[in-house]
């Protein structure tokens, strides 16, 4: 089996560990000769590295393992890039999420204005990646994890129509396949799901057991008779509890179909407005609990020189899903993943270039999209809106159009009132006069 070489993106980032452990629990079919981490921060870098360094050492001292500032180095002669940035950081994330709620509009990190303000950043920083990566190695597949995955991947497809090498990946998908097999005591290895959307705007329609068997309206009586926790329920903050609860409405008001947990955002932007606190949002929550865990036990672990029994490498979704989608590519495994991809006919009712999340098998060329067909009105009505906004966001950035960007905020659910999104988006503008390109 060939040995890769592989760069993590944004290798500061608080999800590094979980990865590297991932990383060293699939050698078996994805073996690594050569792992850099690379991060524009040289202070998060080095806890982390440092970190990382005693973790190969114990667990695959076989591996060429280094951290970086530099481009070159991290770019050069690699096979993958493992890419999840976070431009401007958690404080930026705490003023997307603050800035609208001042205006009693959703604030959170994908959706809304929230999201509509870290797209805006994450176009600008993404796009020098992928020129980069391509200087320094034209072949490598690129695997993004960065947010907004949905406004990020429609730029990018945009700016690189012909780069065939770039998946934009979410693990939420593959996070509540988790939590339905826990739900219904079930092994979700065994799930086969059928599922349509945008990221972070989509909705299972079945979920099959290895028999043929649809095992949804189980999945839905289940919510509507008690409920819906994440399957990780004992580590999550209470934020998260209460996203997934806010599950269990939609199967009531919506039966149809299983939603993802981020469309509660778009179906009751009001309610869920007045229950985020504008003075501690989720970013406050994750500075002072993940950021803060993260860093403090990696730098534990260098003290006491070993990684054994180390909280901070627990392994979820996250970092098997990227591992995993890497090897199902590189191994032409043709493996079931449900990723971003462009819609080409995929939900024949949808224009060719939205950028779709579906199920698609996974091979050496790349995702193989399962076809959906014609999906209906109200699913139509909701995504080609929510598509209007990512694309208006895409073009805002790209020509600095303010009115680009006005139309944009206005077409989000999370605000409608034109007057609303135009006093949203002056305080974005002030808040991000370092990140945006000046909108006109
Ligand atoms: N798609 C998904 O489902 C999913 C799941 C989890 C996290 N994420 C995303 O992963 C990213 C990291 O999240 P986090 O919470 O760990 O954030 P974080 O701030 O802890 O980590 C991000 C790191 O990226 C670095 N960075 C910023 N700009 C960079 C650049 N241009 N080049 C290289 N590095 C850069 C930062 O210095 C930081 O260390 C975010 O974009 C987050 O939204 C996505
Ligand atoms: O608020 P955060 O920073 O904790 O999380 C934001 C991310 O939420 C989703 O990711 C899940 C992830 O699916 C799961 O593996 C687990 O570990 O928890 C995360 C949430 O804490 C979402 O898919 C991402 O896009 C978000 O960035
Ligand atoms: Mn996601």
């Known amino acids: 089996m060939k040995q890769h070489n592989i760069v993590l993106v944004g290798g500061g980032s608080t999800w590094t560990p979980g990865i590297l452990k991932a990383l060293t629990k699939h050698l078996h079919e994805f073996p690594l000769k050569r792992v850099v981490l690379y991060d524009v921060d040289e202070e998060r870098q080095e806890v982390i590295g440092e970190f990382a360094k005693i973790l190969f050492a114990e667990e695959a001292p076989e591996v060429e393992f280094t951290y970086t500032t530099n481009k070159i180095e991290a770019y050069s002669d690699?096979?993958?890039?493992?890419?999840?940035?976070?431009?401007?950081?958690?404080?930026?994330?705490?003023?997307?999420?603050k800035i609208p709620l001042g205006f009693g509009v959703i604030g959170q990190e994908t959706c809304g204005a929230g999201?509509?303000?870290?797209?805006?950043?994450?176009?600008?920083?993404?796009?020098?990646?992928?020129?980069?990566?391509?200087?320094?190695?034209?072949?490598?597949?690129?695997?993004?994890?960065?947010?907004?995955?949905?406004?990020?991947?429609?730029?990018?497809?945009?700016?690189?129509?012909?780069?065939?090498k770039i998946l934009n990946i979410c693990d939420q998908p593959v996070n509540l396949l988790r939590s339905y097999g826990r739900l219904i005591n079930y092994d979700y290895n065994k799930f086969e799901p059928t599922y349509f959307g945008l990221n972070h705007f989509g909705w299972f329609t079945h979920i099959f057991d290895e028999n043929g068997n649809d095992l949804a309206p189980k999945i839905k009586e289940m919510i509507l008779q008690g409920g819906f926790r994440p399957v990780d329920a004992e580590q999550r903050d209470q934020s998260w509890l209460d996203t997934y609860a806010l599950v269990e409405d939609m199967v009531r008001d919506f039966p149809e179909y299983l939603p993802n947990t981020y469309l509660q955002y778009y179906l009751y932007p009001q309610y869920k407005a007045a229950k985020l606190d504008s003075h501690h949002t989720r970013a406050n929550e994750v500075m002072e609990g993940r950021e803060k865990k993260v860093f403090e036990e990696c730098r534990d672990i260098v003290l006491k020189g070993t990684a054994k029994k180390s909280q901070v490498v627990h392994n979820d979704a996250h970092g098997d899903m990227i591992v995993e989608v890497a090897a199902s590519i590189s191994n032409n495994l043709r493996r079931t993943y449900i990723v971003i991809?462009?819609?080409?006919?995929?939900?024949s009712n949808l224009s060719n270039d939205v950028m779709i999340e579906v199920a698609a098998s996974l091979g050496i060329n790349g995702?193989?999209?399962?076809?959906?067909?014609?999906?209906?009105?109200?699913?139509?009505?909701?995504?080609e809106g929510q598509h209007a906004y990512e694309k208006l966001t895409v073009e805002a950035y790209l020509e600095g159009s303010y009115t680009k960007a006005l139309q944009a905020l206005t077409l989000n659910r999370t605000i409608v009132d034109a007057k609303k999104a135009r006093l949203v988006l002056d305080a974005l503008i002030e808040a991000n006069k370092e990140y945006w390109p000046e909108l006109k």
Request: charged fraction near 25%.
């Open 78 to 97: 690699m096979d993958f890039v493992f890419c999840q940035m976070r431009t401007g950081g958690y404080p930026m994330r705490e003023k997307d999420e």
């Open 115 to 164: 999201g509509f303000a870290y797209g805006m950043r994450s176009i600008r920083d993404m796009i020098e990646m992928v020129n980069d990566v391509r200087h320094y190695s034209a072949d490598a597949w690129i695997l993004n994890y960065t947010n907004p995955a949905a406004i990020v991947a429609l730029a990018l497809d945009r700016v690189f129509p012909d780069d065939k």
């Open 341 to 347: 991809v462009p819609n080409n006919g995929i939900v």
């Open 367 to 383: 995702p193989a999209p399962y076809a959906v067909g014609e999906i209906e009105s109200f699913y139509k009505g909701l995504i």
